[in-house]
């Protein structure tokens, strides 16, 4: 198992190992202090990873299709309302990434070729953040997800000279889990943030002359940026 497979196997498992110690009685003497409540902006430059879990597509004719996805590049923010030590409502947004699509396409009787383009993929996510060290500077935490993910046009070739299509994607509701870790400088309102996101999302759309795909993929997101404290009590 590489890395990559091994990071999105434990990552729900991370979310609801936080939300049990998120649950669990506080120590004595550790009540909610302003300096640990409010809002908290990160901003982040992510690398998305887009694998198929499954995919498929229907065309009169038979043709079908398999399809990989590549790392593509973009923004992203979340703003969180931290309500207590330990957890934390979430609002975020990706865009602006440009994944490249390879779609392998089949026809009965024929060989196979290769379209290539770029998909834009946006996630408006909202999670619940669950911090594992309320005690530390460093604050670690992870998060369940809930994502509306909004697709580009995807244009894709039935054949090497034959016609080329455009695929318009609907939206998508997808389940995640986010993990994260930010590492104060500067005083404490100021931060470095590394956090990586995944979710399980579908593909569903339709182009003209019948084209339809439906396809699963389990998209990782991988961010590095800056984290801004508001509230009473940061230097």
Request: hydrophobic residues 40%; glycine residues 16%.
């Amino acid at each position: 198992m590489n890395q990559l497979e091994s990071i999105k196997k434990h990552l729900p498992a991370a979310a609801a190992l936080g939300l049990l110690l998120a649950v669990a009685p506080a120590p004595a003497g550790a009540a909610d202090d302003p300096v640990d409540t409010g809002w908290r902006l990160r901003f982040y430059a992510g690398a998305v990873d887009m694998q198929h879990s499954s995919a498929g597509l229907n065309r009169p004719g038979g043709s079908s299709a398999a399809f990989d996805g590549d790392v593509g590049g973009g923004l992203g923010v979340n703003a969180e309302y931290r309500f207590s030590r330990r957890l934390g409502i979430d609002l975020g947004v990706f865009n602006g990434a440009n994944v490249g699509i390879e779609a392998h396409t089949y026809r009965a009787g024929d060989t196979s070729w290769v379209s290539y383009d770029t998909l834009t993929f946006t996630p408006v996510t909202v999670g619940l953040d669950i911090h594992l060290t309320p005690e530390d500077r460093v604050d670690l935490y992870a998060a369940p997800l809930l994502a509306v993910i909004q697709y580009g046009e995807l244009t894709m070739a039935a054949g090497p000279h034959s016609f080329r299509t455009g695929i318009d994607f609907d939206e998508d509701l997808a389940l995640g889990a986010a993990l994260g870790i930010g590492v104060p400088f500067g005083g404490d309102r100021w931060s470095f943030q590394a956090n990586v996101t995944y979710l399980d999302s579908d593909l569903k759309g339709r182009g003209a002359n019948g084209v339809r795909i439906e396809s699963g993929y389990e998209s990782t997101i991988f961010g590095l940026g800056f984290g801004y404290r508001f509230g009473q009590g940061a230097g």
